[in-house]
């Protein structure tokens, strides 16, 4: 299924149904008749509801427009006319959703354990009926009330609203980097996220989300975490180099974010420009993912012996002055992978953890 998280979308509410004209006789007297025509129903409702099995927004890239049923009109003795059909669109978790024309933020459907609903196109009111009518104007005819007995109130239409659906994926911990770092087979370990995993850049072409399970039985609150693997990104990314920065937005909503580097690069590139140059991506696209809790993962340690890993860790840590946590990592070899997923649990569960600066190797 294609990777969709930006849509238009129209969506039509329900006119409301007419009122009816219609009388009723009063005695025997065919001439002496009274007003009886009842209301019209209310058109339908558009409503836009938050549904965690829906995981992009690609069914409305061949689904457009979106229409609430109209209000039935009404009709003779009372019998008014039945409420048009709500329609209930269901969207991702973490949709935004906004006007088009004003450029309004409607609504953001973040909820992620219940159905969050939001209205978006009211349905038109009701017409009315002679009988209401009747009542209703009553001060303009005081003279000559059986004005009344032929008018009626027609429905009134529905709200037309043009949309914009923006998905921002949820996740615990949002995974980003160059390519090839490794991020991709880490999320894959770790998870039933299904990243494309090969030697060559730009494998990972769209967002994907796993869930992690920790099992630990010391572990009394929530020892899963859910984590998001963004696209790779290069230097120039803001000004649209690689895959530029569009899949950046989904990092918005991670608690913390993990940024892999590859500590023995095959294209013999240094770390730690590597790290600037990602540092300075991500304040150019937005500065408020920089304030974000961040740790730096070394991937492949496997490639360096113990005292030479060691010593360019430091150097590395040094030159960029990195002040957080920082881990050193192997996925080939699955070493301290267990201790990182461990630690992020600690971290979103706040059981007692204490951000630091402290090395993991």
Request: contains cysteine.
């Amino acid at each position: 299924m294609k990777f969709v998280d930006v849509v238009n979308i129209t969506v039509i509410a329900g006119t409301g149904g007419n009122g009816c004209i219609s009388f009723i006789k009063i005695g025997r007297n065919k001439f002496f008749r009274k007003p009886n025509g009842s209301n019209g129903g209310d058109g339908g409702n558009v409503w836009l509801l938050s549904d965690s099995n829906i995981k992009t927004l690609s069914y409305f890239s061949s689904h457009r427009i979106f229409k609430a049923g109209n209000g039935v009109s009404g009709r003779s003795r009372g019998r008014s006319g039945k409420r048009g059909k709500d329609m209930i669109i269901h969207v991702p978790v973490g949709t935004r959703v906004s006007c088009l024309k004003t450029n309004a933020l409607l609504g953001d459907m973040i909820n992620q354990k219940n159905g969050t609903l939001l209205l978006v196109a009211r349905g038109g009111r009701h017409g009315v009926g002679n009988n209401g009518v009747k009542f209703l104007r009553n001060k303009h005819y005081k003279n000559n009330s059986n004005i009344l007995c032929w008018d009626r109130v027609q429905g009134r239409s529905g709200e037309i609203q043009h949309l914009l659906l923006d998905l921002f994926l949820v996740a615990d911990v949002g995974v980003f980097g160059l390519p090839n770092s490794g991020k991709s087979s880490f999320v894959s370990m770790v998870s039933q996220a299904k990243s494309k995993v090969a030697d060559y850049p730009f494998t990972t072409l769209t967002p994907k989300l796993g869930v992690v399970q920790v099992e630990d039985k010391s572990v009394v609150n929530n020892s899963s975490f859910v984590i998001e693997d963004v696209p790779g990104i290069i230097k120039g990314a803001s000004t649209g180099s690689g895959l530029g920065l569009r899949f950046l937005k989904h990092l918005q909503r991670c608690q913390m974010l993990l940024h892999f580097v590859d500590i023995n690069p095959a294209d013999k590139s240094d770390p730690v420009k590597n790290i600037i140059d990602i540092e300075q991506e991500l304040k150019a696209y937005d500065r408020r993912l920089i304030d974000k809790t961040r740790w730096l993962v070394f991937n492949k340690i496997d490639l360096l012996d113990e005292f030479k890993l060691e010593d360019r860790i430091n150097s590395i840590i040094r030159s960029v002055q990195w002040n957080s946590r920082y881990y050193a990592i192997s996925v080939t070899h699955k070493i301290n992978i267990s201790l990182l997923c461990w630690d992020i649990v600690q971290f979103i569960n706040k059981d007692g953890f204490i951000e630091s600066a402290n090395s993991k190797v």
